[in-house]
């Protein structure tokens, strides 16, 4: 009998959906036409993932999601998981809608980033952790140079093209 895994704010299927699903409360394995569940402990926060193993062997195909990120959305999706995003919902509403085909199967994560992918970085507290940005820094790769030379870029020496005086009324002739 197929199961859903539901990131839940709580410990029961009338606990809200978590908003995120690697910072959820608790990991609810939910028997869709029963409503019979078991609850499991989310990630605390010294850990850095869930062990998404532990459902794999548990009759589970489907995932409830509040928003999941790029990291956790191509490992639950390589692991063979259909997820599906239903937010502001009781966990047994989402159940509900998911079985009854109301809510369509998530092809893209709902995040750009992993929370985690800053706090590897530079640890759970730092400041430069808040804001995990894309752009390519300064002088790196490819990019190095940009055919921007740092000299005069007159191409006219180191006179400037002006003669003797430098151009300033300052002929001696």
Wanted: proline content about 4%; charged content about 25%; glycine content about 20%.
């Amino acid at each position: 009998m197929e199961k859903y895994l539901v990131a839940s704010s709580g410990d029961t299927v009338d606990a809200k959906v978590s908003g995120r699903f690697g910072h959820a409360v608790f990991f609810l394995v939910v028997d869709p036409l029963t409503m019979e569940y078991k609850a499991f402990p989310g990630i605390q926060a010294d850990e850095s993932g869930l062990n998404i193993k532990q459902f794999i062997t548990r009759d589970i195909k489907k995932v409830i999601v509040g928003n999941i990120g790029p990291s956790s959305f191509d490992e639950m999706v390589s692991s063979g998981f259909i997820l599906y995003q239903c937010r502001n919902m009781p966990v047994s509403l989402a159940v509900e809608k998911v079985r009854n085909g109301e809510v369509e199967p998530l092809k893209y994560p709902t995040l750009k980033d992993s929370i985690h992918s800053a706090r590897k970085a530079f640890g759970k507290y730092d400041a430069r952790a808040g804001g995990a940005g894309m752009g390519i820094g300064l002088r790196s790769g490819r990019r190095m140079g940009n055919g921007r030379g740092s000299g005069p870029g007159k191409g006219m020496g180191i006179g400037g093209g002006r003669g003797m005086g430098g151009g300033r009324g300052r002929g001696r002739g």
